[in-house]
């Protein structure tokens, strides 16, 4: 049986880029997402029946309980990438508590949760919990003070879990990415800068947790902070 890769937010992005890494190592990769596009578009790698799609929202617990519990049934898991995450940007007092909600839930509770759905598992298959966190998890971040909040919770899970399960053979990782160019600032009135040296690729992305997935048995690189040389944003202009 092969090895097999669960990842949320598959469907663009960070979680494309990783899918299309994992494939390439010959893991049998199973997307989360809300949507996808449609099987001519999807990159030549998701085509060789080694990326399956699965159209599921997250915050729908009970149904993303019944499809991970099918996949794990069927298949050898030895990689969690909990990547899906949203935020919402502005003076705290301007949020609402749906946005709240939606933030915590996705970020901090949904990957928790994947995480102990599969846990036996992953100890079984001495395998790997990948955690995609931000750099504002270190941080204080003025208009963005729930989205970083929820961004600590995950670099904290992250941090006792791996105490928890390293002598099951189990390896727990944070990444903790700064600007990339996702649609991620959808909701904000910025958005990366113009250089390169400013912002990281997704691909950079899925590069590190390749190079964490090809150390030898006993090392494992537990946290990973990723930074583009420039600190710099860009304002978008109002509409």
């Known amino acids: 049986m092969s090895n097999a890769a669960i990842v949320t937010g598959a469907s663009s992005g960070i979680g494309l880029e990783i899918g299309r890494m994992l494939c390439r190592l010959g893991y049998e990769v199973f997307g989360i997402g809300r949507q996808f596009p449609q099987a001519s578009h999807l990159p030549e790698a998701f085509q060789k029946q080694t990326f399956h799609p699965i159209v599921c929202d997250l915050l729908d617990t009970q149904k993303l309980l019944d499809t991970v519990k099918d996949v794990a049934s069927k298949n050898k898991i030895t990689v969690l990438v909990n990547n899906a995450g949203t935020a919402y940007y502005g003076p705290h007092e301007e949020l609402n508590p749906g946005k709240i909600q939606q933030m915590v839930r996705t970020n901090l509770e949904i990957p928790m949760i994947l995480t102990q759905q599969l846990l036996r598992d992953l100890k079984k298959n001495q395998g790997y919990v990948i955690n995609i966190s931000s750099v504002t998890a270190h941080a ?100």
Request: proline residues 4%; charged residues 25%; glycine residues 6%.
């Open 140 to 239: 204080a971040n003025p208009h963005g003070c729930a989205y970083g909040a929820t961004k600590a919770g995950l670099a904290s899970f992250s941090e006792s879990l791996f105490a928890e399960t390293r002598k099951y053979g189990v390896k727990t990782v944070a990444i903790y990415p700064d600007m990339t160019t996702t649609n991620l600032y959808r909701n904000a009135d910025f958005t990366v800068g113009d250089e390169a040296e400013s912002y990281l690729s997704p691909k950079e992305v899925a590069d590190a947790i390749e190079y964490i997935l090809k150390q030898r048995d006993g090392l494992v690189v537990s946290e990973l902070t990723l930074r583009p040389q420039l600190h710099r944003i860009r304002r978008r202009k109002k509409s």
